[in-house]
């Protein structure tokens, strides 16, 4: 359903084309320093850019419906409203009768019939990710309580692959200053290239989001279902377009020995640490004290303005359809910070459940 | 916690040096026909084999507490417990000052603190996927009446990699012809060479599992959350060694095209099917009528003999460790039914929440 | 927290004096009848009578913000927002200070601490009952698919007591047609002295709601944990000044012998009924099938303009409280209402659960 | 379903009649002194007396099969079985046909159908709270930590009603000091001849249980939904038998003035208190400081030796029946420490939500 988190509990709503999206964020304790700034200045970074990005603009103005008052969380479930913009939802209809490939029409119009809405993707819409967002940007405040950071960056889109390693520090920094969110600025050079490439083409393209979380203390998890890795993937995949999620060396340690793989136990300035980090900070489903580390993989952005093979449900036989509008022909720069916020989300709830945040 | 699902629920507790390890199943409809057989039957396939795994043997004998009166369910919860065999636990105290590498030994003590029981993994081992078996036995009784079945088979063992695409029918049948639960006797005869080096290096060795599932209708899975990926991949994650999930192209859709990746509709007698699989069966998180795919990485077993580095958390300085007992040199045989279980109990709760099953 | 339900997910949020208070209903079917008009007539019946209510007027109006388009729900999470009128709260700010007896002021500042929100109640506020009204009238178009239909009254003011029993359409009649909702003219009467003397007096007076559900099939709830009388029990106590529960013969049930209690069945029409209804319609938190039957008590309603004895949480000192503005005299008739609807949700959830739902 | 709490879980398996009865207790934290022993205890409070019990003898010996080792929690989930003895089961094949007035026979039959397990009540079955009891037992160690006891007592069986008020020393001292586990010597005696009156006229008589919990923080509970109100009366109306639930004046505040009921604050010993305690120690769902005051309503025990008219479910007309064994006549006594369990893990499970326990 639409509400996820145990201690924290996030309710997701609306639709892309109705009068607004919305989240509530629950569990959130009082006292702490929020404003709509705060939420607005994640979600800017959500937004499309010029070069790379849809033309299409929202404004993504987060309004606080409850939880917030002067700058400060009363302790209430907190409420945050995203008013959509005034849409021409005609061009959708056509979707009912033909579905578009590698999008949510077929299957949601089976399950929930003619009544479903399907403006704009209606509830299966990218635009839903503006919401985790502005939970994320809630959850990163109450991290920052513990010192712990989340940052996510753009590791590959299409051939163009980062496989250099960055500190931390330089990609907080790295990411903000290329609207690919890559975490150097040769990397965004070729990643540009790469969406660019497709957008000419009338087509898109995928990629990799890497993320990273620092300053997390030992024993955050709770066995046996709610693992760090099971908690952070159900969220993941709940982004749309997202196919796959690796922790650490992830698929490449099926081709690994035990003796590659295990991390060895070093003293590191009176500290526990791990000399490798294949296992991405989690043995057990619990951290490890090492940064956790994963990657998220997007498949390319399903609309594209090509010609596709799909069917008329009505007439049930094949059938041509070409989707129009503007589309982002790369959808991981913005899926960047999105990633961020469902980490963060995730992080608060779980250190919450084990005590480590009041 | 050790409780997941919504209109089914699995509870697992015990540990492998305690009286024994239990599962619960909660919501499993009246009336099925389902024997202790039916469960010992799936319990058999997670033994190790003689040939390529450890030599400890477990008998891991089902025994029901509750919730099947002659050989039907009576809509109680459904209780399994294995015994333990009496064990001679005192090998693991080691663990308690010097962690093993790769094992949740460090992080387990750390949020526990002294009165955790790590004798075996405790509640980490991998025991406790015996219980996920159990479970996977009703929910593929439930989903037998929906003609909903699911099949798995290691995909690759380290560097032996099966590319063929199997039809369902021949996975069922191949699987349980061989020991290493491979789809055909040539990747069997590979992937055995793979393990038998590595035992005989006194390491191990990772690899992937592969799931299908057939019957499934159009529409389960329930957004914005409880995705069919989501569901999926949480329960997978709690699987020790399981370090990546992906569906359909997975991490290659990363590198694909729109044009490329969006699976065309079709009309194939009658009904709708897509001409490729790239979605792995599931749009917008829920399933479109094809069959569901996705893979699984297990990383090597963390148990090699081999000396590792580690440390002692008594004095804080390094210390080398060398793990005796015998252990499976690759987990991957043995996990392919724990992840055919995995995934039956999924697809039966969201089946339930959906109303497709009674 | 601020989600209720299973199936059916219930979340609130907001507060008497922000921008206005919400509920989200998760899990209503697609393609139901449901109007902004719907709701509103279910909000009216909630609203202060001239006669016997407070002076203070709320419009109420309830706003679509998701899940119904064109009349018809979509299957996406309905959100209803109830926008606040501007009021001035600046008079709350001294029970931070000095707590008013019987309401939550006190445990909530030490919860909380200095950021809770208490203008007008904060969430604690009778206001969000709203909230649960626009919930039930979306579960009675759901309930009145299965021919289900709830209905509740004034059955005690004061010590004015309706002891006659009514057929279930002269309750619905009845009710809707005095501004007590109690079920005949003549209690309506004896029950407004009560609460006039009350107000006279510068007191409030407490009461007790009875409700009724026809038409449940048997067998809806779910044990062991999830009764009838349980899942009832902890919605209705989430309305504030509820103060006790009973089902059937409740509370009179401790005097009784079983010979006496239990009810007899007998066949009539060709259906299995009880001669007598002490089980209130549950037996083994189950429904019989008879009539659902229980009482709710509800205290005098907290703000009174007399003066009271509170204590100023600065100085810590006992000192005197009198409240201004203007308030209910007795809360019961406007409940009747809000019970219904907190009754409806939980039979739709249960009802949804057990499969008699779609 | 069979499982309840929060941070705190507790599941509940098994029937009278099967193997046995287990519960596993979820979320209570490592380092715990807890033996069997501390669980017995507890579990012999609940024991029939020879005086005005049954004379059908459970041994009820608590097992654990997980979570404890040498007398400490874990951190793993706690299990404890109760194992059944040998019961001839043949009698109760009859009520399949001819169901027991009072009894969830009827209902249950119709939801789950020819596989119910009605042998003893199934999962109906008063055998049950025993994993209450146990359950509670674990809890009660946990709020020790914090200073909270919780006592219940006989306060009403029949006619014979005990209007005094007890110190809580006083309760825990004299209930375990007779059978009735009343409060008072005398009112034991009152008390006795209810019970023995019924049972000699081979009937039963029902009763109240109060309910004292002394020593909690302000602010325990969480709104809106997960009052203390509301979840204590969930898990209560999942025991057998109980009909009603109310708070502090309860019912009786339904006939009363504002300014009565209204619990005026003052300073004692530099401490917050109310003067009087009509709110039960509850204010706004949250624990107010003041001890937590609670009555529970229980109907007379359903099984009774008097013919009683039922219905013939195969032929579907009346017949009469005569239900034998021996029972007890009145629960009340028995359901003392199972009302004390129920409080127990509800109080652990909100005080472990809020905080208050680590």
């Given at each position: 359903?639409?509400?996820?988190?145990?201690?924290?509990?996030?309710?997701?709503?609306?639709?892309?084309?109705?009068?607004?999206?919305?989240?509530?964020?629950?569990?959130?304790?009082?006292?702490?320093?929020?404003?709509?700034?705060?939420?607005?200045?994640?979600?800017?970074?959500?937004?499309?850019?010029?070069?790379?990005?849809?033309?299409?603009?929202?404004?993504?103005?987060?309004?606080?419906?409850?939880?917030?008052?002067?700058?400060?969380?009363?302790?209430?479930?907190?409420?945050?409203?995203?008013?959509?913009?005034?849409?021409?939802?005609?061009?959708?209809?056509?979707?009912?009768?033909?579905?578009?490939?590698?999008?949510?029409?077929?299957?949601?119009?089976?399950?929930?019939?003619?009544?479903?809405?399907?403006?704009?993707?209606?509830q299966f819409s990218g635009r839903m990710t503006a919401l985790i967002v502005a939970a994320g940007a809630i959850a990163k405040t109450m991290l920052a309580k513990l010192n712990v950071r989340v940052a996510a960056y753009a590791q590959a889109i299409g051939s163009a692959v980062d496989e250099e390693s960055h500190s931390f520090d330089d990609l907080i920094a790295s990411t903000r200053q290329n609207p690919v969110r890559a975490a150097s600025p040769s990397a965004a050079e070729r990643m540009k290239v790469e969406i660019l490439a497709a957008r000419k083409a009338g087509d898109s393209v995928g990629g990799i989001?890497?993320?990273?979380?620092?300053?997390?203390?030992?024993?955050?998890?709770?066995?046996?279902?709610?693992?760090?890795?099971?908690?952070?993937?159900?969220?993941?995949?709940?982004?749309?377009?997202?196919?796959?999620?690796?922790?650490?060396?992830?698929?490449?340690?099926?081709?690994?020995?035990?003796?590659?793989?295990?991390?060895?136990?070093?003293?590191?300035?009176?500290?526990?640490?791990?000399?490798?980090?294949?296992?991405?900070?989690?043995?057990?489903?619990?951290?490890?004290?090492?940064?956790?580390?994963?990657?998220?993989?997007?498949?390319?952005?399903?609309?594209?303005?090509?010609?596709?093979?799909?069917?008329?449900?009505?007439?049930?036989?094949?059938?041509?359809?070409?989707?129009?509008?503007?589309?982002?022909?790369?959808?991981?720069?913005?899926?960047?910070?999105?990633?961020?916020?469902?980490?963060?989300?995730?992080?608060?709830?779980?250190?919450?459940?084990?005590?480590?945040?009041?």
């Open positions: 359903m639409n509400t996820i988190g145990t201690s924290m509990r996030l309710t997701v709503l609306g639709t892309s084309h109705g009068p607004g999206i919305e989240c509530i964020v629950d569990g959130c304790p009082a006292g702490l320093d929020i404003t709509e700034g705060t939420i607005q200045q994640e979600l800017d970074l959500r937004k499309p850019s010029d070069e790379i990005g849809t033309s299409r603009k929202e404004e993504d103005r987060a309004e606080v419906l409850s939880g917030i008052v002067d700058g400060r969380t009363t302790g209430a479930p907190i409420a945050i409203f995203i008013r959509n913009r005034d849409v021409d939802s005609s061009k959708y209809e056509v979707f009912r009768r033909v579905p578009r490939p590698g999008h949510a029409d077929y299957p949601a119009l089976m399950k929930y019939g003619e009544s479903h809405d399907l403006r704009g993707g209606g989001v890497k993320c990273v979380a620092i300053g997390l203390p030992v024993g955050v998890g709770e066995p046996f279902f709610d693992t760090v890795e099971g908690e952070l993937s159900k969220i993941l995949f709940a982004i749309p377009a997202v196919k796959g999620v690796e922790f650490g060396a992830g698929f490449r340690a099926a081709r690994m020995r035990g003796s590659e793989h295990n991390d060895p136990y070093a003293i590191v300035d009176g500290r526990v640490v791990t000399e490798t980090n294949n296992a991405g900070g989690i043995l057990g489903g619990l951290t490890n004290g090492m940064p956790l580390e994963f990657d998220v993989a997007f498949k390319p952005t399903a609309s594209i303005s090509a010609e596709q093979r799909s069917v008329d449900l009505k007439e049930m036989k094949s059938t041509a359809l070409r989707i129009g509008g503007r589309h982002d022909p790369c959808i991981v720069p913005r899926a960047v910070v999105v990633v961020e916020g469902a980490t963060a989300f995730v992080l608060a709830d779980l250190c919450k459940r084990g005590g480590f945040l009041g």
